[in-house]
């Protein structure tokens, strides 16, 4: 099993649309989770962090589901900005945040 | 606010020549430092990683090396590149303490080809 594992997509949605994303992981002793959007050709910028159950910021809500191992990226009333690829982060280390593990990232396309 | 400054945006470069990337961070201090990679159709790889002046470590064995001259200024050198080491090359910064020690920024990279 992939220590960081996430759907490739792409997920193609209509502007408006709900669209989730689950990202899974395998150390189940892992302390903190980020979610990092990359634009094409772009360097990766942090979108929301998560520590304990969930995050909500504005559109967006993270959830972290420990005993099943998994993050969930939910995109409310999708925009045309927000087509980018998603980067699912993991951090096995309370205190250590020099081995983040990156996922491959999950690509969304949001169209008009 | 802080800022992270990386150059070359892109590069160039014949296998076997030498390589510096330059990357260096505004409006903190003693923070910690990191150069990953990203190929194509790969996740990050971290590279390097510093915790304070002269202080490097490597996550990856190969041609590849890093230094850090001053607190807020990280340099990946090689002498000969190989045509595997193409790929966008991602300076980051993290702060050394407070809340937010596990959250990394980006600087805008350096697309890097060998021929």
């Known amino acids: 099993r992939k220590e960081v594992e996430q759907d490739p997509g792409p997920f193609n949605v209509p502007e408006g649309a709900t669209v989730a994303f689950n990202c899974t992981y395998s150390n189940s002793a892992s302390q903190s989770f980020f979610w990092y959007r990359q634009d094409c050709r772009k360097e990766p910028k942090l979108l929301m962090s998560?520590?304990?159950?969930?995050n909500e910021d504005g559109r967006f809500t993270a959830q972290l589901n420990r005993a099943s191992q998994y993050i969930s990226l939910l995109i409310r009333d999708s925009k045309l900005s927000d087509s980018a690829t998603y980067l699912c982060v993991v951090n096995p280390q309370a205190g250590n945040n020099r081995k983040l593990i990156w996922g491959l990232g999950t690509s969304l396309a949001v169209n008009p | 606010s802080q800022t992270i400054h990386q150059w070359p945006a892109t590069l160039v470069q014949p296998v076997g020549s030498p390589l510096s990337l330059e990357c260096t961070v505004e409006?903190?201090?003693?923070?910690?430092l990191y150069w990953y990679r990203q190929a194509a159709g790969r996740g990050l790889q971290l590279l390097f990683y510093s915790v304070g002046i002269g202080q490097i470590s490597s996550e990856v064995p190969q041609n590849l090396s890093a230094s850090r001259p001053q607190d807020r200024q990280f340099i990946l050198s090689s002498k000969k590149l190989l045509l595997s080491d193409s790929g966008f090359y991602l300076c980051a910064w993290s702060p050394s303490r407070g809340l937010k020690q596990e959250t990394q920024y980006f600087g805008p990279g350096t697309r890097l080809l060998v021929l």
């Open positions: 998560v520590y304990s159950s969930g």
């Open positions: 409006g903190t201090s003693n923070p910690n």
